[in-house]
């Protein structure tokens, strides 16, 4: 799926705003693809949010389900 040995070999891509709907919608910023998986993601906060409040939300949004449902199913479809 990812060829770790060839990185150059990979296909990379960045997408802002990406939107995930389950029970809830939830609005990614920017998501990190390899070869179609969703590898990471990154959340930017104002500067009037404190870094640790932005660290908390990110640390509270990997627990959910919509979360992770996103990126179990981002593997399943890209292969």
């Not at 150059?8 to 939107?19: K, L, R």
């Not at 995930?20 to 609005?27: D, W």
């Amino acid at each position: 799926m990812i060829d770790w040995q060839n990185p150059e070999a990979n296909d990379f891509a960045i997408a802002e705003g990406v939107t995930v709907k389950g029970e809830l919608k939830k609005r990614l910023v920017i998501v990190l693809y390899v070869n179609g998986i969703s590898l990471g993601v990154i959340e930017l906060k104002r500067s009037s949010v404190s870094v640790s409040e932005g660290i908390s939300q990110n640390l509270d949004n990997q627990k959910k389900p919509l979360f992770k449902t996103f990126f179990h199913h981002a593997v399943g479809d890209s292969g």
